[in-house]
């Protein structure tokens, strides 16, 4: 801020880290409370001439004087130095500019190579928002994180923060295997400073969740070689697994463990044995942990048979390392519902004489009825008792009405909307396919449609988004499937469905398409061929608008009927009822194991749930008179989403205390 650009030139110097800054008071004074409090009658730098700012970078100090004179300096703010600057605006409460370097940091340069030194900043300087962002995409990209730098300088106790994490995401199959890789760089990038921290990281992996066979593989790695202690603790970790008696052996913790052979095994503790085998056999019972044979499994023991006695220390630890929970990732039940304004300001549609603008003045003027503006509410009980509104469907409500028949499906943290028509009979397609992502809070442009469709089914399957059937030009149901492959952003022809059909449930059940209407069809991917099961008996008069896997079920509801229904594309040839919510189920989804039905009834909206596991259903939550607003009449889509800001609302994940 120089004086040459002030009316009434400098009356105050500030002076940051040895050097002086000639500004005016009352410009500060307007930009920032932090001066605006400064500079009034309570404090005496009101009369000072020279004011030193410390703790406050001369370089950010420069720049914050500069963006307040020009906001558009904030093209020129350098990747270096905006850290520099969030802190010092942060101090000064430049809030506007705090937030548009939060913005920028997130949507330009925070990345896996930078979002743990980022994350550890934003810690240091209370940048709660930055924080959550910088951890999340942490969370979110372990598999290039544990390759960075700033990964293997990380001190143990933000080691152990962050692998011991439940929202650490491992890929598609969960493999947990990787985080022992990153910890064996981790140990092995300062061998000798870090060789007595090697039982605390090891300890950050959930090996319940890893195979045997990978277990056996990290004995021999340098990591666990060089230190006994952790070479017992992977050996002690294996003997639960496979079951082998083990005790706690009674030596001198101080000094070096040692192996304990066969000729010690009178003095088991039987005690302690049956406590392990009672831990063994719960964790046989896992789904999770891969079977070996049993041919296997014999040479298995008997390799192990030599290692029946352990330090108390590496038995409690082995323990405790298997009692981990297996990791979640934070996701929320969506729907697409719609917001009722009472007094929507109409937006004002060009008079003409064309057919289609006179009806689209009509459906304007329609939108003061139940129908609303559409929008994606969450479910999620740790944060409000009710709907919380999470997203604004803007994307699809761009037109001189809301488009009818689109679809919203989900892939890990993206949301992608498809297809719909605004004007039933006039041809005005939404032919684009827009993405949000919820960690930016950005909407993008992702493809156009190969085909203009609306009521049609969408799923995703590996890399590929499959678009099925639906209404096309001149009402025409169709039966053609397009596939979508997001790493090449192209578009490829699918074989055509055994006959056309709409608003048919479809889910991926292991890795084929099933969809199910009055007909159950079955895509194999990897010959491009559908099959229709012909022998499946579905209920009469039932219409499936919802297919939801779980283990080796399907479970399915239907538009109009509040049966739950349950089926198992290889073992069975008929459908089954599980039971019945209150309401009918309207649009469902899964999530975790649990079914959660989002519906409406006279006008008032319904959130019920059924638990898998538990066998038994739930009313969650029924709108009262100051819930008129929300509105789930219109069936727009239910689905499962990712979402980490979820996290900050509990103790997962949480900033360390």
């Avoid at 059909?501 to 010959?527: D, E, G, M, R, W």
Wanted: glycine share 4%.
């Amino acid at each position: 801020m120089a004086s040459s650009e002030m009316c009434n030139g400098p009356d105050v110097t500030l002076e940051v880290d040895g050097h002086k800054f000639h500004c005016q008071r009352n410009e500060l004074a307007s930009r920032s409370p932090y001066f605006e409090a400064m500079f009034s009658p309570n404090f005496m730098e009101k009369e000072q001439k020279i004011i030193p700012i410390k703790d406050v970078d001369a370089v950010a100090m420069r720049f914050i004087l500069n963006w307040s004179n020009d906001s558009s300096q904030i093209e020129s703010l350098k990747e270096e130095d905006i850290l520099a600057v969030i802190q010092a605006a942060d101090l000064l409460q430049y809030h506007q500019l705090k937030k548009t370097c939060e913005e920028i940091m997130v949507q330009r340069w925070l990345s896996p190579e930078s979002c743990l030194l980022t994350a550890a900043t934003a810690d240091q300087l209370s940048l709660t928002k930055l924080y959550q962002k910088a951890f999340t995409l942490a969370l979110w990209t372990f598999s290039e994180v544990r390759h960075t730098q700033a990964f293997l300088e990380l001190p143990l106790d933000n080691l152990v923060h962050y692998l011991t994490q439940e929202a650490l995401f491992l890929g598609p199959n969960g493999d947990e295997f990787q985080v022992f890789e990153g910890v064996s760089c981790w140990l092995d990038h300062k061998v000798s400073d870090r060789k007595s921290e090697t039982l605390d990281a090891l300890s950050c992996i959930r090996m319940r969740y890893i195979s045997i066979s990978d277990l056996k593989s990290m004995l021999h790695y340098t990591c666990v070689e060089s230190c006994d202690e952790a070479h017992l603790l992977i050996k002690c970790v294996l003997c639960i697994r496979n079951g082998v008696d083990i005790s706690v052996e009674e030596i001198n913790e101080k000094e070096a463990p040692k192996v304990v052979t066969e000729d010690d095994v009178s003095d088991i503790d039987s005690g302690c044995c049956d406590q392990f085998k009672r831990i063994a056999e719960t964790l046989s019972c896992r789904s999770e942990v891969p079977e070996v044979s049993s041919v296997k499994a014999a040479d298995d023991v008997s390799e192990l048979s030599n290692f029946k006695k352990f330090p108390s220390s590496i038995v409690s630890r082995a323990e405790r390392i298997l009692r981990s929970k297996e990791r979640v990732l934070p996701t929320v039940a969506c729907i697409i519902g719609h917001v009722i304004e009472e007094e929507r300001k109409l937006t004002q549609i060009e008079e003409n004489d064309s057919p289609s603008n006179n009806i689209a003045k009509k459906n304007k003027k329609g939108k003061r009825d139940r129908s609303g503006s559409p929008c994606i509410f969450i479910w999620d009980h740790s944060r409000s008792e009710k709907p919380i509104q999470l997203l604004p469907l803007t994307k699809i409500d761009q037109g001189p009405t809301e488009a009818l028949g689109y679809t919203v499906v989900t892939r890990g943290q993206d949301l992608y909307v498809i297809g719909g028509e605004y004007l039933l009979g006039y041809g005005n397609w939404n032919k684009s396919v827009w993405k949000y992502n919820v960690w930016s809070e950005t909407w993008s442009f992702e493809t156009s449609l190969a085909v203009p469709r609306r009521h049609h089914s969408v799923v995703c399957l590996d890399n590929d988004l499959y678009i099925i059937g639906g209404c096309g030009k001149f009402r025409v149901i169709m039966d053609s499937v397009d596939r979508y492959d997001f790493s090449t952003r192209t578009w490829h022809k699918c074989a055509p469905l055994p006959s056309s059909l709409y608003s048919a449930a479809t889910c991926v059940h292991k890795n084929l398409i099933y969809v199910i209407s009055c007909q159950v069809f079955c895509y194999y991917p990897t010959s491009n061929s559908w099959a229709t099961l012909n022998d499946v008996n579905i209920p009469a008069g039932m219409s499936f608008n919802t297919a939801m896997p779980y283990g080796e079920h399907i479970f399915l509801t239907g538009c109009y009927s509040s049966d739950l229904m349950c089926y198992d594309p290889i073992r069975e040839k008929s459908m089954r009822q599980i039971g019945s919510f209150q309401n009918p189920a309207g649009d469902a989804c899964l999530v975790g194991s649990k079914i959660y039905s989002f519906s409406e009834n006279n006008d008032v909206p319904c959130i019920e749930m059924y638990d898998i596991e538990a066998n038994s259903f739930k009313v969650l939550w029924t709108g009262g008179a100051k819930d008129k607003n929300i509105s789930f009449k219109k069936l727009g889509g239910c689905f499962p989403l990712i979402l980490y800001e979820t996290l900050w609302n509990g103790s997962t994940g949480n900033k360390k205390d």
